[in-house]
Structures are given as C-alpha cells and as structure tokens.
C-alpha cells in the first residue's frame, strides 16, 4: 500500500516518519521549499524568532520523533511553573493554576471566586449554547471574562461569543465526562497529564520538522504542490507539475480553502462545504527590550483599551536574547493584519511599553492571513464534509490544533494504515 500526503507540515511529516517505522510506504508532496508548514523559526541577528508556534509541550509521541531525529541535545524545556498573566484593568495578573494560586490571585475578586467553586453544580455542556454561555454558566460572569475569555480565546484568536461550544468545546467535553470541570482538572494535574513541559529547540521550533524531513528526503517532495485528486482505479491519482502520481490512500493536511479546492473532482460536496470555514487572521511583531521578567507571557483581557491580543516571553520560556512576540488581529480585530509593517511594529511596541515598562525595539513583523481555524459558526459546515473512502483530511480544522496533537493523530492514522495492511509496495507507480 502507498499512502500520499499532501503537505510537508508536522502533520504530514509525522505521519511519514511513523509509517516508515511500520513498513507502510508514503509519498508526501510539499507545495513549499522549506517543510514545517506553519512551523517556521529564523534568525536574525543570533536572535531565534518563531514565526508559528511559539512552543508546544512535551508528550510520549514527540518524544519518540524527538528521539528518532536526535534532538534531544538540542532540546529546550521550560519550567511548568513560570506564571502566565492576564492584563486587566491596567497591570499584569497572574493566572491561578493551583489551589494556592486561586486563592492568591487578584484576578478574581473573592466573590468571582466563590462563583467558580461552585462549578461542580452546574450543569453540563447544552449543544445549542456558545463557548462564552457555556463557561459564563459553569464559573460566572467574572471569571469568564477576567480568565477564560483571554486564555481560550487566546488559543484561537477568537471570540468564545462567537464559538458554537459544539465544535470549540469537544475536549472539554470529554473532560467534563467525569461530572465535573475543577474535579477533572485536579485529576489532571495530580496524573501529571496537564502542564506537560513546554519545548522547543535550540534553533526554534523549525528544528523538528526540519529533522523529520531530513529523515524522510527518499518520500518528500518540496516545491510540489498537488493540484488535483483524481479517482484511480480503486485508489487516487496526485496531479502535480512533474507528474501524475496513483497511490492507494490519501491524506490531506492543508488548510481548509486548499483541501477544498484538491476535493473538487473527487467530492464537489465536501469541497463546497471546506471553502466555508473561516481562519482567523493574525499579526505577530517580535520585539527586542531588556525587560527581564520570568513568565510564559500575558494575554490582554478584551475591554482593555490595547489592541495587542497578548505576548509570549520568548526571553524568559527559552532564554532567547530578549525576544518578545507580540500578536496582533484575530477576530476582534481582522482588518490590523492589513496595516503596514510600521504601523503594526508602532502599535505593538508601545503597547509593549505601556505594559512591560521597558522599552522595546521591532525586529520583524509577520503576518498570517488565514493563520487559526476560528471554530467560530461557519464550523458549521463540517456537517456535510465526508470525504470518500481512501481519503483524509489530517490537520488542525478537522481536530486538536496543537502540534502534540496533530502528531498524535499522525501516529494513529499510521498504525491504521499499517493494519489495513497490505503489502508495500516498492514505490509510488507513476501514472
Ligand atoms: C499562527 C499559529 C500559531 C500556533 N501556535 C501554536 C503553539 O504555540 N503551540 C502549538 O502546539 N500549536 C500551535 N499552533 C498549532 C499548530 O502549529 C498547527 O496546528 C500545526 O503546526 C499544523 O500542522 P499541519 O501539518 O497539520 O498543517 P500545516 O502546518 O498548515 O501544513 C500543511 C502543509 O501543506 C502544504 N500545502 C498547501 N497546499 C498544498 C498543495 N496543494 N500541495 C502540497 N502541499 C500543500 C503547506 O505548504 C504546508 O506546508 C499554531 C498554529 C498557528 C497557525
């Protein structure tokens, strides 16, 4: 059996990297020259820049990619315990994650924190209610909008109001199966499952993907876009500009819009119903300052009066030579992204300033246009995706978002295909 992927980000080079491991050829073709998809690090000056994940947090099936590439020298890990903040009413407050912390924090007020104990009395998740209604509901108004509004909002860049809790709220969902949310997070902690280390490596988070496709050079292809699906026999036929490729399974791990316009001939449904789903839009500026505080960074609350949605401190997590990232736009604020470099890099320094009380000085500026799936109503339109039988859509609009997860899915859809078993082939037949 010959499994092709199309794209060369951490989804596709996961799966590749596992399915060799299991003896299941794989043909992957990346539109881009350089792997990593969204995973992308540079340097300037000596200075490690991100320019997609800033970290992600250490699991078993990284580690087994970690290991496989041997990087393990050039890993970085952060501390669990670095504070995250929330800016509310005009300074940093520390974001509670133990008993001791929620009863110290002063970004709850005592009342707001009596309402969020009394969370194992509410009710479970209803399908007709937002992100925002649900949580509002399960800990109140206060520490809905003080805490959860700019952390889970964070993530996404979006706004909870605007996030059916039916397709935002599946992983809490499933936490929320033991009866309680605080219950199940205590449960969480005391297992060691939650907090799991943040990492990265020592020349950016780039580093893994780059590793995995050094790995995998023999079934990667870099600047070969696909540009078409077509049925083959009982498997598909992968267009690209230096041939036609027939393999007997498919895995799509490119962004909705792309996903859509590749399922065209093969499944015009599903392709109407992908062009839909809305990204948000997301602006990162990286600063240069000698603040020297220790923490993961902030998230601004949303009637703060900043248009700066939050700040890792890159600088602290990885000691990276005083580097900030700033992000700018999301759903609040879509039409930023479009301002100019100057503009963006002004906004953001200042509202560094003002915050951080140290000065800072841009170093770059990045834009995503189509950067988080936003989770938002036009998820809706997952209802009627159902590709046919030999294709998968594989990547962060079709499940978790996060690297750990989108490699865990990688490894699952590896050791599926290596059941379904049939004997490899020797290479992908040239149509
Ligand atoms: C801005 C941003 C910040 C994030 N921050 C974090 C974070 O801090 N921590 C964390 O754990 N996760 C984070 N995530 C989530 C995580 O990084 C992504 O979900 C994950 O990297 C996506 O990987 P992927 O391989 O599924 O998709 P992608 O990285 O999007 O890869 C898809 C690949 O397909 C290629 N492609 C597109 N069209 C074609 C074509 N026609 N033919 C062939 N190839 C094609 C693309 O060039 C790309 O390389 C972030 C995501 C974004 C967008």
Redesign the pocket.
Known sequence: MTVGI????????ALSEFCRERGVDTVT????SE?????RSTSVDGRVLEH??????MTDELATLIDACDLRDDLRTADTDLPLYVYADGRLRQVPFSMEGFFRTDLLSATGKLRMLAEPLTDGARDDETAADYFTRKFGAEAYHNMIAPLFGGIYGSDPAEMPGEYALRTVRRMERSGSLVRAAVRRRLEGKERESPISFADGMAQLPQALYERNTDQVHLE????GVATAGTGYRLDTADGSHVVDKVVV???AD?SAS?LDDVDPESARALRQLYYNP?AYVHLASDADPAGFGYQVRHNESLRTLGVTWNASLFDRDGVYTCFLGGMQAPGLVDRDDDELGRIAREEFETVMGASGEVLNVTR?PR??PAYDGSWTAMEAVDPPEGITL???YTGR????A?VREAKRLAERFADDGATPTAAVAEA
């Open positions: 199309v794209g060369a980000g951490i989804t596709g080079l073709f990346e539109a881009s792997p990593g998809g969204v995973i997609g994940p800033q970290r992600t947090r070969t876009p696909v540009e791990t490119a962004r792309v590749l997301l995503h950067g988080m594989a990547t962060n978002m996060g690297v750990p989108r």
